[in-house]
């Protein structure tokens, strides 16, 4: 019974590049949410999302970054043009639903050279 | 000033100590967790809980509502505990499931 899957764990990016980070959730949950723990700081609340809908985006950065969770397939949070301060780890969790526990994935860990 | 508060902010402790991490809130919540982040970064989830209290092997966790206040207690410590223990609570006045987070406190427990 697979847990929260991320990919990649580690990513590294040059600055304007593309970074693509996926988070498969756990079985028969169908609730993600994205996290950005910024170097020596806490977590940080992104987006939240159900099947083909972002429910509350309201922790996203307005310009770059981006995220879906399809009906097939991982969820995928996006960040275009990296900038040096994109350097963080970011978490995904999921939960089978609005009040249910969240469970996190490892994470990835982006470096942006 | 944060939504959630966590004290202390670093904790040394020796082996077979009674440890004792606070979390304070200003906002209300539906929901209050403690999580466990690793030297290696991954986040477990510890306890979920809105009322009273809860146990796990040797950890408890308590919540006064009233108060806005909950405690993680760790009994008969071991060096395995170390790691960076974390609170976060659900507030009930948004919407959805967003999680705010303390900034956390890192534990040592040395043999």
């Known amino acids: 019974n697979a847990g929260v899957m991320q990919n990649p764990r580690h990513l590294v990016r040059r600055r304007g590049q593309e970074a693509r980070l996926r988070c498969s959730p756990m079985?028969?949950?169908?609730?993600v949410y994205w996290y950005r723990q910024l170097p020596e700081e806490g977590l940080k609340f992104m987006v939240y999302?159900?099947?083909?809908?972002?429910?509350?985006e309201s922790g996203m950065p307005k310009e770059r970054f981006s995220a879906e969770f399809p009906k097939e397939g991982p969820s995928i949070l996006r960040i275009q043009q990296v900038v040096r301060g994109d350097s963080a780890a970011y978490f995904c969790?999921?939960?089978?639903?609005?009040?249910?526990?969240?469970?996190f994935g490892d994470g990835t860990r982006l470096s942006i050279l | 000033k944060n939504e959630v508060e966590q004290s202390p902010q670093n904790l040394t402790a020796q082996e077979g100590e009674f440890i004792t991490i606070n979390c304070s809130y200003s906002?209300?919540?539906?929901?209050l967790h403690w999580l466990q982040q690793h030297p290696g970064g991954g986040i477990v989830s510890l306890f979920m809980l809105s009322s009273g209290k809860k146990k796990h092997g040797r950890l408890i966790a308590t919540i006064n509502i009233q108060e806005k206040h909950s405690s993680l207690h760790i009994t008969a410590s071991h060096p395995r505990d170390s790691a960076v223990y974390i609170c976060?609570?659900?507030?009930?006045?948004?919407?959805?499931?967003?999680?705010?987070f303390g900034e956390g406190t890192q534990l040592t427990v040395n043999p």
């Open positions: 079985k028969g949950h169908s609730h």
């Open positions: 906002v209300g919540i539906s929901a």
């Open positions: 976060a609570v659900r507030s009930s006045e948004t919407s959805g499931s967003r999680l705010t």
């Open positions: 999302l159900q099947k083909e809908n972002i429910i509350d």
């Open positions: 969790a999921s939960s089978a639903g609005l009040n249910q526990p969240q469970h």
